[in-house]
């Protein structure tokens, strides 16, 4: 059946540009419409249109980027007019296409779908590389006055071990935000208490995995800030707590986010500038609601997505219930592949299948 699907996603990528017809889809595989429809869900958490919805609205991105006019890219994917593209581009990524055209933030990835796919079928680019252009278009940001804080560990010592940021400093940041509670104030005791309790763990033991780390962060001055986090939901929520914890210290040097999808290490670097992140943090993190202020598009459809996931029928918690027959272990791998804007890893998933089942 996953051969299936996949004959199927092939089927829909060549329609992306044009006018889509479920039945002329269903008709091509040999099934109803309906069957098509129910083993794509099955499959892959989304409904046959909302993935072609995504995918359309990602692949005009790099239209908007080559400055072609908008409402020949609204025609090319299939929409009847500008103002129906500019909607459903807004309601994606927070912003129309002109101010993105403008701007040319960083978006969260969607890319075509493979199941089950091989692990080689997607090579990492040579993060050497990749970090050689950065330092040909910003130098200063290799030198001694420079924090870079990594999402998580094992980015933390490929970086420091290679010096990949030459003299600069380096720090990880082992949390992951977007599960259980958390307090207004961060990284004093009361946050502490309150994230070890929800992780299961001793307050001692959390403050030598997470609080330890970063105390680069605390305890020295620096003129720039390089914050490193991918573009899934996972990764943005920490970055949202780190940018909020700058403002809330006052922090009054220059701030960088280097954004980049984990399967294929682009960097997207652009400037952050503070002023509203510790009320985002409090609405999203601490009350779960959605905040009136404008972020980047890639935050942006991060927070949804979280808030989605508090929901008791978020979209993976309907995929496992969907596939409660399949194996612990091999459920576990179709939802990293699923899900890849989510983020979540191994323990995060297991909660979830252990709740549902």
Same mark, same amino acid.
């Given at each position: ?303 949804? &997505? ?10 993976? =918690? #309907? /995929? %496992?219930?969907?596939? @409660?027959? $399949? ?7 179709? &939802? ?10 191994? =323990? #995060? /998933? %297991?909660?979830?299948? @252990?709740? $549902?089942?």
């Amino acid at each position: 059946m996953n051969e299936c699907i996949q004959q199927l996603i092939y089927w829909i990528e060549d329609k992306l540009h044009g006018e889509f017809s479920l039945e002329e889809l269903a008709n091509n595989m040999g099934y109803s419409p309906y069957y098509c429809s129910f083993k794509f869900h099955q499959a892959t958490g989304l409904s046959i249109r909302r993935y072609i919805l995504l995918r359309r609205l990602y692949l005009s991105t790099e239209d908007l980027v080559n400055n072609r006019k908008i409402i020949d890219i609204a025609f090319d994917y299939g929409y009847s007019s500008q103002e129906a593209y500019s909607r459903a581009f807004k309601d994606v990524f927070g912003m129309n296409p002109k101010e993105f055209q403008l701007h040319q933030l960083p978006v969260q990835s969607f890319t075509k779908l493979t199941i089950r796919q091989g692990k080689d079928e997607y090579k990492m680019n040579n993060r050497e590389t990749e970090v050689v252009q950065l330092q040909n278009r910003k130098s200063e940001l290799f030198d001694r006055d420079v924090l870079n804080i990594l999402n998580g560990q094992m980015m933390y010592e490929d970086f420091n071990s290679k010096r990949l940021m030459g003299d600069s400093d380096y720090a990880p940041f082992n949390e992951a935000m977007c599960v259980h509670a958390t307090t207004t104030s961060i990284f004093d005791s009361t946050f502490m208490q309150t994230r070890a309790l929800g992780h299961n763990v001793s307050v001692d033991s959390y403050s030598n995995t997470v609080i330890k780390p970063l105390s680069k962060l605390f305890n020295k001055k620096y003129n720039y800030i390089v914050l490193w986090f991918g573009k899934d939901m996972f990764c943005q929520m920490n970055l949202l707590t780190i940018l909020a914890y700058l403002e809330k210290s006052n922090y009054v040097g220059k701030i960088f986010l280097n954004s980049f999808r984990e399967d294929e290490f682009k960097v997207n670097q652009v400037e952050m500038m503070l002023g509203f992140y510790d009320s985002v943090y409090e609405d999203v993190l601490v009350n779960q609601v959605m905040p009136s202020q404008k972020l980047i598009p890639v935050m942006y459809q991060a927070v949804k &997505l979280f808030l989605e996931m508090q929901t008791e029928h978020n979209v993976v =918690t #309907q /995929y %496992i219930s969907k596939n @409660k027959q $399949v194996p612990q272990s091999e459920l576990m791998k179709r &939802l990293l592949e699923v899900f890849p804007m989510i983020g979540y890893g191994d =323990t #995060q /998933y %297991i909660e979830l299948i @252990k709740k $549902v089942k």
